[in-house]
Nanobody, 122 residues
Framework: QVQLVESGGGLVQSGGSLRLSCAGS????????MTWLRQAPGKGLEWVSA???????HYANSVKGRFTISRDNNKNAMYLQMDSLKPEDTAVYFC????????????????RGQGTQVTVSS
């Protein structure tokens, strides 16, 4: 059974940084593309970033140059380093598993974890 657990969210001031983590289990992590999604209050799920099996990366225009996605297959983990945070980055952030053939996973929404809250104050 696929299990994804996000952590690392919190409250940060505008311009600050956070590092999110995603722990995966129940599947061969190294063989899966992975993606980050977010959902702002009152809005739908938004694709943020993805990383392929080979380490290729893609970003939404809204976060390009500020967020960095990475993975550590030895730890079955994926990360999202978020710098220069803005109030509009406030959302619940989810990680999701994606078949590598569907990379950059722009329309993938499941399976995903329970999410971690990121709040950026102005």
């Amino acid at each position: 059974q696929v299990q994804l657990v996000e952590s690392g969210g919190g409250l940060v001031q505008s311009g600050g940084s956070l590092r999110l983590s995603c722990a995966g289990s129940g599947f061969t992590f190294a063989n899966a593309a992975m993606t980050w999604l977010r959902q702002a209050p009152g809005k739908g799920l938004e694709w943020v970033s993805a990383i392929s099996v080979g380490g290729g990366t893609h970003y939404a225009n809204s976060v390009k140059g500020r967020f960095t996605i990475s993975r550590d297959n030895n730890k079955n983990a994926m990360y999202l380093q978020m710098d220069s945070l803005k109030p509009e980055d406030t959302a619940v952030y989810f990680c999701a598993k994606c078949d590598n053939i569907r990379y950059p996973c722009t329309y993938v929404r499941e399976p995903r974890g329970q999410g971690t809250q990121v709040t950026v104050s102005s």
